[in-house]
Nanobody, 121 residues
């Protein structure tokens, strides 16, 4: 069974920081591309940042310079460091994995359940 479990969300004041974590199980993490998406109320889910299995990171322009993504292949965890948060960053943040399950060679797409980030004073 594949699980992506996000943590680290919460309420933070504008200008504050949060670090989201996504712990994985059931996938071959080292061979999976990982990403963070977010969905604000009434809006479509959007990509925030992604990192390839080889460690190449890509940050969307809307958060570039404030957010960073990293991965720990030993802990099978991907992180999203969010600094200088703004009210517009308020959303549910989802972890995404594209990679093979253990025991399978085919590539599949997996989602976590999401974690709420609220930026408000």
């Amino acid at each position: 069974q594949v699980q992506l479990v996000e943590s680290g969300g919460g309420l933070v004041e504008p200008g504050g920081s949060l670090r989201l974590s996504c712990a994985s199980s059931g996938i071959i993490f080292s061979r999976s591309d990982m990403a963070w998406y977010r969905q604000a109320p009434g809006k479509q889910r959007e990509l925030v940042a992604d990192i390839t299995s080889g460690g190449v990171a890509n940050i969307q322009n809307s958060v570039k310079g404030r957010f960073s993504i990293s991965r720990d292949n030993i802990r099978r965890t991907v992180y999203l460091q969010m600094n200088n948060l703004e009210a517009e960053d308020t959303a549910v943040y989802f972890c995404n994995a594209v990679g093979p399950r253990y025991g399978r060679s085919s590539i599949s797409n997996f989602w976590g359940q999401g974690t709420q980030v609220t930026v408000a004073s």
